[in-house]
């Protein structure tokens, strides 16, 4: 079974200050890995996955196959970025199921 | 841009009535979603759906759940006998493709089972 951690429930920061929101999971095979956002009474939204290896809204999240890692980064956070962020895996197999982690809560203050 | 709709955005029920929540996906996509959201606790998965038949589903999707798509815009989560533990947000979600595609999600329904 895969299993989807993300250690931390709430993150506060400063603005302008870097920003790491980590992401572990467990699963044998080879996942797909993404970051979704939810911002204030939006919906879920796709930020990054791991095939695209683009960086979005300055947001950058590196898989590390070795220590199953797939850990959110901005160098310069703003105070936009504050939103829940959610970790979810994708199995290569069934291929449509995603499971998450339990999101943290990132405040940016200004 | 197109997006997933889903009513009502909050439904409120009595423990043992029966409710049938709503989504309408993106028009061109093929594959359907429910997930759900118990207060505090991780999004997870229910179930998917492709070519009018369930194509996974979970242990949280039990015999009290349905899906239907009864015509070519909605997709229905059933919830047959409601419990307690039913109360969450039920988000609905579409992609194009199974596995690589991107699944959009809808706003949610809160539902609250009394």
């Known amino acids: 079974a895969q299993r989807v951690t993300q250690p931390e429930k709430l993150l506060s920061v400063f603005k302008g200050a870097p920003v790491e929101l980590k992401c572990n999971y467990s699963?044998?095979?080879?996942?797909?890995l993404f970051w979704y956002v939810q911002y204030s009474r939006q919906r879920l939204q796709l930020l990054l996955r791991?095939?695209s290896r683009e960086s979005i809204k300055g947001f950058t999240a590196d898989l590390n196959k070795g220590e199953t890692s797939f850990h959110l980064k901005k160098p310069f956070a703003q105070e936009e970025d504050s939103a829940m962020y959610y970790c979810?895996?994708?199995?290569?197999?069934?291929?449509?199921?995603?499971?998450f982690g339990e999101g943290t809560q990132l405040t940016v203050n200004p | 841009e197109p997006e997933v709709t889903q009513t009502p955005s909050h439904q409120v029920t009595q423990m043992g009535q029966e409710v049938i929540l709503r989504c309408v996906p993106i028009?061109?996509?093929?594959?359907f979603y429910w997930y759900r959201q118990i207060l505090g606790q991780k999004v997870e998965f229910l179930v998917s759906?492709?070519?009018?038949?369930?194509?996974?589903k979970s242990e949280i999707f039990d015999d009290q759940f349905s899906v239907e798509r009864p015509d070519g815009s909605n997709f229905t989560l059933k919830i047959r006998s409601t419990k307690l533990e039913d109360s969450a947000m039920y988000f609905c979600?579409?992609?194009?493709?199974?596995?690589?595609?991107?699944?959009?999600f809808g706003p949610g329904t809160r539902l609250t089972v009394t």
């Open positions: 979600a579409s992609s194009e493709g199974a596995g690589q595609g991107e699944q959009y």
């Open positions: 699963y044998s095979g080879s996942p797909e």
């Open positions: 791991h095939i």
């Open positions: 979810a895996l994708r199995r290569e197999t069934s291929g449509s199921r995603l499971t």
């Open positions: 028009s061109n996509h093929l594959y």
């Open positions: 759906f492709y070519n009018n038949e369930i194509s996974e």
